[in-house]
């Protein structure tokens, strides 16, 4: 078999254990199903899950690695402008990395304590991203990159929060209504912060 077909099979077989998986924890929540629950579901061996998923809770968060690198690895120039630019695209793609998704994926990671702590480290190591970047660009300031990418990753973490709280009221207008707030964000934070 080529390496590219290995791969190939490997990301297939990666997509369809997330996908069982989220459909049962959606179906049944998250903490009542198992590791062989999954594996049956998926027709593969409980070993390949916890090779492809560490740990359970990266079954549901398999865009872990974009989510806590993005906005970080895509900024050109400006961290603030483009992580403004790179938020609105993804809001008007209404993009999971922004907080986009069902209602009932939202309803799972709500009703799970060991989900909600999962998320709230993805945000954290999220504004570490944005931290280091912005102190190797400004080695010579003190405290103030540091307090850019923290204020930064609130805002992030508070509108992606909103689009969850919106999505579970089912409103269908998420990413309408979030638009004038999240440019108010923004809007605030650029007299202090704009000029990284």
């Given amino acids: 078999m080529s ?6 099979k490997k990301h297939e077989t990666r997509k369809t254990i997330s996908d069982v998986a989220t459909r049962l924890f959606i179906r049944n929540g998250f903490e009542d199903v198992t590791i062989a629950d999954i594996a049956a579901e998926a027709r593969v061996a409980k070993m390949t899950v916890t090779n492809h998923f560490p740990r359970k809770e990266d079954l549901v968060f398999d865009i872990r690695e974009d989510f806590t690198s993005w906005p970080a690895a895509l900024i050109r120039d400006s961290v603030f402008h483009d992580t403004r630019e790179l938020y609105f695209e993804a809001l008007g793609a209404e993009h999971a990395l922004v907080g986009f998704s069902g209602p009932g994926f939202v309803r799972m990671i709500k009703e799970s304590p060991v989900l909600t702590n999962a998320l709230h480290e993805m ?3 999220r ?5 280091d970047l912005l102190i190797r660009r400004h080695p010579e300031e003190d405290l103030n990159p540091t307090l850019a990418a923290a204020h930064l990753a609130t805002v992030l973490r508070v509108l992606f929060q909103e689009a969850f709280d919106r999505t579970l009221e089912n ?4 990413a309408e209504e979030l638009w004038p707030i ?3 964000a923004f809007d ?4 202090v912060f704009g000029r990284y």
């Fill in 3 to 8: 390496e590219g077909l290995r791969d190939r």
């Fill in 123 to 125: 945000h954290r190591e």
């Fill in 127 to 131: 504004e570490t991203a944005l931290a």
């Fill in 171 to 174: 409103e269908k207008t998420v």
């Fill in 182 to 184: 999240a440019e108010q």
């Fill in 188 to 191: 605030q934070l650029e007299p």
